[in-house]
């Protein structure tokens, strides 16, 4: 079992970058980035493989890059070109698997408190 910490979200207007960061503690395979948005379901964001492939939805395609420091054990999710639709709390996850997929929720076993991403526009 992992535990996880993130932190790094804040306000920033349209256009705007934030980079998120989750501290590991334990040991994990894959790893990703989910978000929630008032009123809507958890949603998968990004993946890191434990083969270091990554995976992303379309939505934020071009725009957020998963990375993994595993000398630091740290996760980040670096957004740019936010946009108000990605206004959300957002949580770091992770999975027992060698790869994960995000949009399958039950590939990920342990989970952060989130931190809040607000975009104003």
């Known amino acids: 079992q992992a535990e996880l910490l993130e932190s790094g979200g804040g306000s920033v207007q349209a256009g705007g970058s934030l980079r998120l960061s989750c501290a590991v503690a334990g040991y994990t395979h894959c790893m990703g980035w989910f978000r929630q948005a008032p009123g809507k379901e958890l949603e998968g964001v990004a993946v890191?493989?434990?083969?270091?492939?990554?995976t992303y939805i379309d939505s934020v395609q071009g725009r957020f890059t998963i990375s993994k420091d595993n000398v630091k054990t740290t996760l980040y999710l670096q957004m740019n070109n936010l946009q108000p639709e990605d206004n959300a709390m957002y949580y770091c996850?992770?999975?027992?698997?060698?790869?994960?997929?995000?949009?399958?929720?039950?590939?990920?076993?342990?989970w952060g408190q989130g931190t809040q991403v607000t975009v104003s526009s």
């Open positions: 996850a992770a999975g027992p698997y060698w790869n994960c997929r995000p949009q399958v929720k039950s590939d990920f076993t342990d």
């Open positions: 890191f493989n434990a083969d270091d492939s990554t």
